[in-house]
Structures are given as C-alpha cells and as structure tokens.
Nanobody
C-alpha cells in the first residue's frame, strides 16, 4: 500500500552535517503528515521532527531545534532531514514515518507507516 525508504545515513564527525531523505511510493497520497523518529540502543523511539504534506507546518523536538531542518519536495514525494552541528548523542537509527491523520504530532503511535531506518553515527 505505502512504502517509505530512507537514505543518507552514515558516519560523520561531531559538528558535521548529514541530509537524510525519505521517498514515499505506493498509495503515498493517503499520507498527510511525515515525520522523523530516532532510536538509540536501549532507548525508546524518540520524536525528531514532522511536517504537514500540504502546507508548511512543522514541529521539532527541543533537542534538535535550531540544528535540524525538515523539508519536503511534493513533486518527488520525498521528505528531507537536514542535520547540522551533529553531536554524539544524535547517534541512532533514524526512521521515516507517515500519518494518515492531519495532526502534526510527536507521538510514534499516531503514525501509520514506517520505513526500515538508516543508521547515523556521530563520532567524537
């Protein structure tokens, strides 16, 4: 029905930058909100950022606000996460998520579709 594929993860030094991409396919038109979550070993899945597909409404976790920017390209059905000033504590598997509802929300359980994740490792 819906497929989400993340790319762009890798190894970067502290203070560096990465840009993650999430390409949606299938019945992607059913998605109204796209989000990014991350999960480090032994920790719960954590909200990072979200954006409404139609419009420009965004939401960020306090831990990344001012450093990360979520954006979208509607024509390409793709959402991006630009990550600047990376810190070792940003190390995690980053997941792309899609929500059928229209609420821009930080709760993982509200999202209906998930990608496989991409590893981001920030060295010190």
């Amino acid at each position: 029905q819906v497929q989400l594929v993340e790319s762009g993860g890798g190894l970067v030094q502290a203070g560096g930058s990465l840009r993650l991409s999430c390409a949606a396919s299938g019945r992607a038109f059913s998605i109204n909100v796209m989000g990014w979550f991350r999960q480090a070993p032994g920790k719960e899945r954590e909200f990072v950022a979200a954006i409404k597909w139609s419009g420009r409404t965004t939401l960020y976790a306090d831990s990344v606000k001012g450093r990360f920017t979520i954006s979208k390209d509607n024509a390409k059905n793709t959402v991006y996460l630009q990550m600047n000033s990376l810190k070792p504590e940003d190390t995690a598997v980053y997941y792309c998520a899609g929500e059928r509802n229209t609420v821009v929300i930080a709760i993982a359980a509200a999202y209906d579709y998930w990608g496989q994740g991409t590893q981001v490792t920030v060295s010190s």
